[in-house]
Structure formats: C-alpha cells, structure tokens
C-alpha cells in the first residue's frame, strides 16, 4: 500500500514568509509525528497526534510553529515568519497506534530560508 | 539530560567485519519501548525493530542482533559480516507509557568500507 507522503518535497522560502508542510499519513494509521533534521544532525521530536489530539505541544520549538490534523488523516505544520535557523529537512511519520508503536516515515521536506 | 545516548558518532569497519553500535537510555519509566532504525543516504527512515522493557531476550534477525540490558540501559545493535549495504545513520529510539514524546539518540554513522 501507499507509505506517508509529505509535499513538498523542497520548499525555498525568504526569511519571513510562511510556510505550510503537508503530511499524508498511511491510511487508518491513528497517529502521527512530526520532526525536523537539521544537516548532519538527529531527529529532533516536534509533536504527534493520537487522531486529531495533540497531547503535548511542548516539543514545538516557538510559537511561530504550529501543527494541525483533520480527520484522522492529512497533517499540516505551519512555521510563520520562517527563520533561517528553521531550514532542516521536516520528517513525519505515521503508526497504526500511538507513540509505544513503530512508526513509518515519509521522504521528508527539505525546507530552506533564505 | 539526553534521555537516549548514541556516544559513537562515526564507525568505520572494513566489509566482512562485525560491528557492535551501542546505545544507552535514560527513563524512569517501568513500561516502555525502544526501537533501532536505520537512515540510508538516501534519507528515508526504516524500522528496524520494537523491544519492550519486559523482554530482555535477545532478538536475531538474519545477520542483525539486539542486545537490551535493563541492568545497564543498554540496547545494542550489532551487524554481522557487515556488507556496503549497511552504510548509513542509525538511530536508537525511546518511547515511554506515561510520555507523550519520542526521543531518538544523535544517531551512529556507519561506513562499510568494501
């Protein structure tokens, strides 16, 4: 079956402008994850969703950052007033269940600010 | 505090040599989930394995073992006769029951020389 789709896959952006990122889950996967990779770095958790819920929106690193989910399925992470600090590759993922379960990631969006 | 630990950045083996990519975490948690995945260069995410904090068996998959010590908060990875293939960036993972974040360690870079 189809995996997570994310678009786009490249986004260049003039420091200050928004920006919106699309995730497409697995179908009837239940949760979904968003993270950001800086250049040569690890994953850095952002936030995730249980349905459309997000229990904790802590790891979102300003309020320029922002994420929401509609109907169990496609997820949108919004970044206002983009920074260039805030280039990095931005990865979700999916999971049939919630966070003590595997999850399965899409190809990423590489967004850069310039 | 770093909840998972990656200490080795870069490892470089020659082909056919075993290679042991260690990981150490931190929780206080009594219920939760550690997780392997790799990130080839071409940058998309793959699962590689779930373990349980009540299952300290070691887990053998082809020419991959797992080797999880609660005694010391190890999840080791070991690769056996290690190919080209297995060139990439490998992540450990931590998922805790009362937690509604993941924490994925700065990741190990594996080179496979041939």
């Known amino acids: 079956g189809a995996g997570v789709s994310q678009s786009p896959s490249n986004k260049v952006t003039e420091k200050g402008k928004d920006v919106e990122l699309r995730c497409d889950p697995i179908?009837?996967?239940?949760?979904l994850y968003w993270y950001r990779q800086r250049l040569g770095q690890g994953l850095e958790f952002l936030i995730y969703f249980q349905g459309n819920s997000a229990p904790d929106k802590s790891g979102l690193p300003s309020d320029r950052f922002s994420a929401e989910r509609t109907g169990e399925s496609v997820s949108t992470l919004t970044i206002q007033r983009t920074q260039q600090e805030d280039s990095a590759v931005y990865l979700c993922?999916?999971?049939?269940?919630?966070?003590?379960?595997?999850?399965?990631f899409g190809p990423g969006t590489r967004l850069t600010v310039t | 505090a770093q909840k998972v630990t990656q200490a080795q950045t870069e490892i470089s083996v020659v082909e056919k040599e075993d290679v042991t990519l260690d990981c150490v975490y931190e929780t206080r948690d009594t219920t939760y989930y550690l997780f392997w995945y790799k990130q080839p260069p071409s940058g998309e995410l793959v699962f590689l394995i779930r373990r349980n904090s009540f299952d300290e068996q070691n887990e053998i998959s082809g020419r991959y073992s797992w080797n999880f010590q609660k005694s010391t908060s190890s999840f080791n990875f070991t690769i056996t006769a290690s190919q080209v293939v297995d060139s990439a960036v490998y992540f450990c993972a931590l998922s805790e029951r009362a937690g509604n974040q993941f924490y994925f360690g700065t990741g190990t870079s594996l080179t496979v020389i041939p």
């Open positions: 179908s009837g996967h239940t949760a």
């Open positions: 993922a999916s999971s049939p269940q919630g966070i003590l379960y595997e999850q399965y």
